[in-house]
């Protein structure tokens, strides 16, 4: 429906007329508009990848149950939410600077989960021996159980939360015009589809859990460091 409406109502010719043909052309010439499209698609690889090697490891600590599964998913989200807010007074002065500043702390900050996941073990043995089995303790242990998933996930979802609020705001910004947003959030999509797939199906078999997250990392530090070059 939505395809059908865009067809038949194309953008307003006001929208277009904010910017000068010069501040466009003077923007790709500084950031072309298909290596934000590339950030945009490489950094929900990313952040799938994470996602998934995250829930695998966490299911060790946890447990497989759906209870823990819920948790993790939860973690991941508010995350990204709370990075989408916290961007959100500080996007009209975003730059493809910050943009590859955000990526490089995306990708370190996920590698450095590893340590924390290890060392999650260690302290989820010392909660289940420290709360009793009641109802008080299990709700305890579930506060507990969520914040090891808060210490895994938030720093880096943090991050990727940023990401698509800075993206659009540059391509507005150049006057590439509403439909920025569609393309960008559509590759963003497409993204998380093959970073799932690519995870759970091919890469996680043959790399491990560890390399996997690794991987994951080195894909975001790889397009801060493309932004930093553009």
Same mark, same amino acid.
């Given at each position: 429906v939505v395809f059908v409406?865009?067809?038949?109502?194309?953008?307003?010719?006001?929208?277009?007329?904010?910017?000068?043909?010069?501040?466009?052309?003077a923007f790709r010439g500084?950031?072309?508009?298909?290596?934000?499209?590339?950030?945009?698609?490489?950094?929900?690889?990313?952040?799938?990848?994470?996602?998934?090697?995250?829930?695998?490891?966490?299911?060790?600590?946890?447990?497989?149950?759906?209870?823990?599964?819920?948790?993790?998913?939860?973690?991941?989200?508010?995350?990204?939410?709370?990075?989408?807010?916290?961007?959100?007074?500080?996007?009209?002065? /975003?730059?493809?600077? =910050? *943009?590859?500043?955000?990526?490089?702390?995306?990708? #370190? %900050?996920?590698?450095?989960? $590893?340590? +924390?996941?290890?060392?999650?073990?260690?302290?989820?043995?010392?909660?289940?021996?420290?709360?009793?089995?009641?109802?008080?303790?299990?709700?305890?242990?579930?506060?507990?159980?969520?914040?090891?998933?808060?210490?895994?996930?938030?720093?880096?979802?943090?991050?990727?939360?940023?990401?698509?609020?800075?993206?659009?705001?540059?391509?507005?910004?150049?006057?590439?015009?509403?439909?920025?947003?569609?393309?960008?959030?559509?590759?963003?999509?497409?993204?998380?589809?093959?970073?799932?797939?690519?995870?759970?199906?091919?890469?996680?078999?043959?790399? /491990?859990?560890?390399? =996997? *997250?690794?991987?994951?990392?080195?894909?975001?530090? #790889? %397009?801060?460091?493309?932004? $930093?070059? +553009?």
């Amino acid at each position: 429906v939505v395809f059908v409406a865009a067809r038949r109502w194309p953008e307003p010719a006001v929208q277009a007329a904010q910017f000068t043909v010069t501040d466009a052309a003077a923007f790709r010439g500084v950031v072309p508009t298909r290596a934000l499209l590339v950030v945009a698609f490489g950094t929900a690889v990313a952040s799938f990848i994470y996602e998934i090697a995250w829930v695998r490891m966490l299911s060790l600590v946890l447990g497989s149950a759906t209870h823990s599964f819920e948790l993790m998913l939860s973690a991941f989200i508010l995350g990204l939410s709370l990075g989408a807010f916290w961007i959100r007074r500080r996007v009209d002065g /975003g730059s493809v600077r =910050l *943009l590859a500043i955000v990526q490089l702390a995306m990708g #370190a %900050l996920a590698i450095a989960t $590893l340590p +924390v996941y290890l060392a999650s073990f260690e302290w989820m043995a010392g909660a289940m021996s420290t709360f009793g089995h009641t109802d008080q303790g299990y709700q305890a242990l579930s506060v507990f159980r969520y914040g090891l998933c808060l210490a895994v996930m938030l720093p880096a979802t943090f991050c990727a939360g940023m990401t698509l609020p800075v993206i659009t705001r540059l391509l507005l910004s150049a006057g590439a015009g509403e439909k920025s947003v569609g393309r960008v959030y559509g590759v963003n999509t497409l993204g998380s589809i093959l970073g799932v797939t690519l995870a759970s199906l091919v890469l996680m078999p043959v790399l /491990g859990i560890k390399w =996997l *997250l690794v991987l994951g990392g080195c894909v975001d530090l #790889a %397009l801060g460091v493309l932004l $930093l070059f +553009v």
